[in-house]
């Protein structure tokens, strides 16, 4: 995987932060934010930066789970919802989510193959010792 430009934003959103993010995903770019911050703090930004709207939130993969039984289900749930949708708009994990998803191989695949239709994939809850 390459990367071609990597940003960060803090508290406020910049000016133009969601033209730019709009024109990011128009042009086909898949967009990544990995943030400290709690799901619902962190959805309050995607949704001002207008990275989702309101007419898409139901078209999002919410896993968030220290359980590995309800990250399967999680995910068997977005593989079903996908045959139905077009798309993913959004696929959300947490710190904890990733930490218990990288120690089973099958879970590994899955987030791979979501994250690939993933219009855009957010972490909450990272903390520096973890790696996306």
Known sequence: ??????????????????????????????????????????????????????????????????????????FEDAFSRLETQSNLELLVLSGVSLTVIEADDELVGYMLQLIAVASSTIFVRMSPSQKV
């Open 1 to 74: 995987m390459t990367f071609l430009g990597i940003t960060a934003v803090e508290d406020a959103l910049q000016w133009n932060a969601s033209e730019t993010i709009k024109r990011l995903k128009d042009s086909g770019l898949k967009i990544w934010i990995a943030t400290g911050d709690k799901y619902e703090t962190t959805l309050g930004v995607v949704k001002a930066c207008k990275l989702i709207n309101a007419s898409q939130v139901d078209n999002m993969a919410v896993l968030i789970s220290e359980d590995v039984n309800v990250l399967r289900l999680g």
